[in-house]
Nanobody, 115 residues
Framework: QVQLVESGGGLVQAGGSLRLSCAASIRITSMTYMAWHRQAPGKQRELVASITGSGRTNYADSMKDRVTISRENDKNTVNLEMTGLKPEDTAIYYC?????????WGQGTQVTVSP
């Protein structure tokens, strides 16, 4: 069973920054696709950023100038650096790992941005 543990969420003022990390219980390889999604209250879960095994990244339009996704294969970790946070970024942020046609999710970490 693959486990993903997110960390780094919290309360931050508008304009602030946060770094989220997701540690996987399996070795991250070039076959592993990883992503961050978020779900705000009353809204559907949406993609924030993704990174392929080869390092190709993709960002949601709403955040692409304010976030950077990266992976540390030697630590089996994927990170999400967020800057210029806005109150509308308040959500639970989930880490997602896809490998060999299967998808795994973390429990999520709360990010709250105050005005």
């Amino acid at each position: 069973q693959v486990q993903l543990v997110e960390s780094g969420g919290g309360l931050v003022q508008a304009g602030g920054s946060l770094r989220l990390s997701c540690a996987a219980s399996i070795r991250i390889t070039s076959m592993t696709y990883m992503a961050w999604h978020r779900q705000a209250p009353g809204k559907q879960r949406e993609l924030v950023a993704s990174i392929t095994g080869s390092g190709r990244t993709n960002y949601a339009d709403s955040m692409k100038d304010r976030v950077t996704i990266s992976r540390e294969n030697d630590k089996n970790t994927v990170n999400l650096e967020m800057t210029g946070l806005k109150p509308e970024d308040t959500a639970i942020y989930y880490c997602c790992l896809s490998i060999y046609g299967r998808q795994y999710w973390g429990q999520g970490t709360q990010v709250t941005v105050s005005p």
